[in-house]
T-cell receptor
Framework: QKEVEQNSGPLSVPEGAIASLNCTYSDRGSQSFFWYRQYSGKSPELIMSIYSNGDKEDGRFTAQLNKASQYVSLLIRDSQPSDSATYLCAVNPSNYGGSQGNLIFGKGTKLSVKP | NAGVTQTPKFQVLKTGQSMTLQCAQDMNHNSMYWYRQDPGMGLRLIYYSASEGTTDKGEVPNGYNVSRLNKREFSLRLESAAPSQTSVYFC????????????FGQGTRLTVV
């Protein structure tokens, strides 16, 4: 069973701090990795994608991937109250088996940024 | 650009009733998906359509059927609704299934009483 694990939180950080969200996955052959943000009562919104080892930066967001450790993280710099949401990690597993190519989602980490 | 559009946004059904959730995308994507989201369970895949003309079961297909009407539209049908199907349903689409980003509709909140 391919799995994606996230700490459910809540993770509470003060405004202006760095929020660090972590995700581990079980399928070593996974190909691509995504972070979605979901506000309460809304649909998931794609904020970052990463495909190779290392860091990828987009504004205040940095995604980090370490395939050897099967670990992907999301850093949010200068956190704002508007960043308060649940963050979902999604992994596209390796190309074998009946479900190849379908994203596997973690259960999400709830982030709260306090003013 | 509307992206992925779902209807209805809210629905209350009585046990045993049937209904169809509609989904359409205007991004010319090949693949479409239906998920359900329940508290503590995360997003679970019900059915998917890798390309026009094909549909396959996901993780939790029991009690549901789907139709890929054309490249744009992918519907989810509940033939005989049960309280266990109370959930938030999301439709999503992606350009392909491998290594591509998925985009979600706004969701349908379904309550079965």
């Amino acid at each position: 069973q391919k799995e994606v694990e996230q700490n459910s939180g809540p993770l509470s950080v003060p405004e202006g701090a760095i929020a660090s969200l972590n995700c581990t996955y079980s399928d070593r052959g996974s190909q691509s990795f995504f972070w979605y943000r979901q506000y309460s009562g809304k649909s998931p919104e794609l904020i970052m994608s990463i495909y190779s080892n290392g860091d990828k930066e987009d504004g205040r967001f940095t995604a980090q991937l370490n395939k050897a450790s099967q670990y992907v993280s999301l850093l949010i710099r200068d956190s704002q109250p508007s960043d308060s949401a649940t963050y979902l990690c999604a992994v596209n597993p390796s190309n074998y088996g009946g479900s190849q190519g379908n994203l596997i989602f973690g259960k999400g980490t709830k982030l709260s940024v306090k003013p | 650009n509307a992206g992925v559009t779902q209807t209805p946004k809210f629905q209350v059904l009585k046990t045993g009733q049937s209904m169809t959730l509609q989904c359409a995308q205007d991004m010319n994507h090949n693949s479409m998906y239906w998920y359900r989201q329940d508290p503590g369970m995360g997003l679970r895949l019900i059915y998917y359509s890798a390309s026009e003309g094909t549909t396959d079961k996901g993780e939790v297909p029991n009690g549901y059927n789907v139709s890929r009407l054309n490249k744009r539209e992918f519907s989810l049908r509940l033939e005989s609704a049960a309280p266990s199907q109370t959930s938030v349903y999301f439709c999503a689409s992606s350009e392909g299934r491998l290594n591509t980003e998925a985009f979600f509709g706004q969701g349908t909140r379904l309550t079965v009483v």
